[in-house]
């Protein structure tokens, strides 16, 4: 209880720590003094405050779960909040990212919160585009009576490629890092712990101003951690902004052993998958 405590309070203060990033102006736009107000325009290349930044959805989510060894297919209806913002201005390059749920269902109360936030540079290989390496940190805690997921990393790199033009974002990379606490538990299963093991995986972001698609997965190796096998984890996410009005699909799936109630383990397999009507500035 005490280290899921501790992985909730951290993830929250990463959430504080993004929800205050602010201020600066990104991606410079070609511009004449003269002619017009040269400011940060109002898109994906700009710095705001994130409850207004484009692509931030507050509304109404139905969702979905499913993990071996629990109690079949599960719904919930939950209270959702997700933001995400990229920014490059003159090779400082900086990404931040926040999203929670509440509420509940026949899996009982359901709860989620993650937060990333990283900054780096970005060399300049060309205007409006680039190689990256940014460095910062990741967390997610997720829960209902069927599936329970938490990982902390205090410590994440991102290698990847950068395209950046005012609406226009398209980003790929490579993601290295320490989960220095964790907890897998599928259906009534035993909770296996995740912390003390590095982390490895790879995500796609495309973001035009009326919709945007997301695609990661992460690897931990959990050689420390009984029974000492390998968990992967797969997110998909995609979005349609016809403003004010957002319709947001996505889904997460967890792949790795589960230690059993009785002792031993076997593979285990869970999803979870939800529906977003909401509304977007």
């Not at 974002?169 to 995740?194: C, M, N, S, V």
């Amino acid at each position: 209880m005490r280290t899921l405590t501790l992985i909730a309070v951290s993830v929250c203060a990463l959430v504080v720590v993004t929800l205050t990033a602010a201020g600066a102006h990104a991606q410079d736009a070609p511009c004449d003094p003269k002619k017009r107000d040269c400011g940060c325009e109002k898109d994906w290349g700009c710095w705001e405050l994130l409850y207004s930044t484009r692509g931030t959805v507050l509304g109404v989510k139905g969702t979905t779960s499913y993990a071996q060894g629990g109690d079949g297919l599960q719904g919930s209806l939950v209270t959702a909040y997700s933001t995400e913002h990229y920014g490059t201005r003159k090779g400082l390059s900086g990404h931040v990212a926040a999203a929670g749920t509440i509420g509940g269902g026949s899996a009982g109360n359901e709860g989620s919160l993650s937060a990333a936030v990283d900054f780096g540079w970005r060399a300049p290989v060309e205007r409006h585009s680039g190689p990256f390496l940014r460095a910062g940190m990741n967390g997610l805690l997720f829960g209902n009576a069927q599936l329970r997921l938490s990982i902390l990393e205090p410590v994440q790199a991102r290698l990847g490629y950068q395209f950046l033009d005012g609406d226009a974002l398209f980003e790929w990379g490579l993601t290295a890092g320490y989960a220095a606490l964790g907890r897998y538990r599928p259906g009534d299963e035993r909770r296996r712990a995740l912390g003390g093991s590095p982390e490895v995986g790879g995500y796609l972001a495309m973001h035009m101003a009326n919709y945007r698609v997301d695609v990661g997965m992460i690897r931990l190796p959990d050689e420390s951690n009984p029974p000492g096998t390998a968990l992967d984890l797969l997110r998909a996410a995609a979005c349609f902004y016809p403003r004010p009005v957002a319709v947001c699909v996505d889904l997460f799936t967890v792949t790795g052993s589960a230690r059993l109630a009785h002792g031993g383990s076997r593979a285990s397999h869970a999803t979870y998958a939800g529906l977003t009507l909401g509304l977007t500035p």
